[in-house]
C-alpha cells in the first residue's frame, strides 16, 4: 500500500519535471478515501494545484535558461580575463619592456668591459694571444646576449599581442 503511493509520488515528480515550466496538477481523493493526483479534472472532490520550478517564475521560452553553475563559471571566466587583462597592462608588459632594457645595458656594460680589457697587453706576444683570446669571448657573449634579447623582445610581442585582444592599454 505504502509502496503504491509511493510509486504515484514518483509519477507525480516526474511528470512535474517532463511537464514545463508550470504545470497544472488536480489532487483529487478517490472512492476508497486515499488522494491521487492526476493530470485530469477530478471526477469528485478535488483542487487544482499550480506547480512551478523552484525559482518562482517560469522562464521565458525566447531566452534560453542558463544554469546556475553555467552563470557561474561566465562569472569566474570574466574575472579572470580582467584579471589577466589588468596583470597584462600594469605589470606584465612593462617588465618585459624592462628587461629587454636591462639586459641590452647589462651586455653593452659587459662588452666595454671585454674590449677594455682587450686592449691592455697589446704590446708583447701575450698581449696579442690575449687580445685573441678577447676579441672570441666579446664574439661569444654578443652572440649569446643578441640570442637572449631575441628571446625577451618575442616574449614581449606575445604579452602585447595577449593584452591586444584583450583591449588593454599597457602602462
Excluded: W
Aim: glycine letters at 6%; aromatic letters at 2%; one cysteine or more.
Amino acid at each position: 500500500m505504502e509502496r503504491n503511493l509511493k510509486t504515484k509520488h514518483l509519477v507525480l515528480m516526474v511528470l512535474v519535471a517532463v511537464a514545463g515550466p508550470a504545470v497544472a496538477v488536480n489532487k483529487c481523493e478517490g472512492s476508497d478515501g486515499r488522494t491521487v493526483f492526476q493530470d485530469a479534472p477530478c471526477a469528485g472532490r478535488g483542487e487544482t494545484v499550480q506547480v512551478r520550478p523552484a525559482a518562482g517564475a517560469a522562464p521565458s521560452a525566447s531566452v534560453p535558461s542558463q544554469s546556475e553553475a553555467q552563470r557561474l563559471e561566465a562569472i569566474v571566466e570574466s574575472s579572470q580575463r580582467d584579471r589577466r587583462k589588468q596583470d597584462l597592462g600594469e605589470r606584465l608588459v612593462p617588465q618585459a619592456r624592462t628587461a629587454i632594457s636591462r639586459h641590452r645595458a647589462q651586455c653593452d656594460a659587459d662588452i666595454r668591459r671585454l674590449e677594455q680589457e682587450k686592449g691592455r697587453y697589446v704590446q708583447n706576444l701575450y698581449g696579442k694571444t690575449h687580445a685573441a683570446q678577447m676579441a672570441s669571448e666579446i664574439a661569444t657573449l654578443t652572440s649569446r646576449c643578441d640570442t637572449r634579447e631575441r628571446e625577451l623582445k618575442e616574449a614581449h610581442e606575445q604579452l602585447v599581442k595577449e593584452c591586444a585582444t584583450l583591449s588593454c592599454t599597457p602602462l
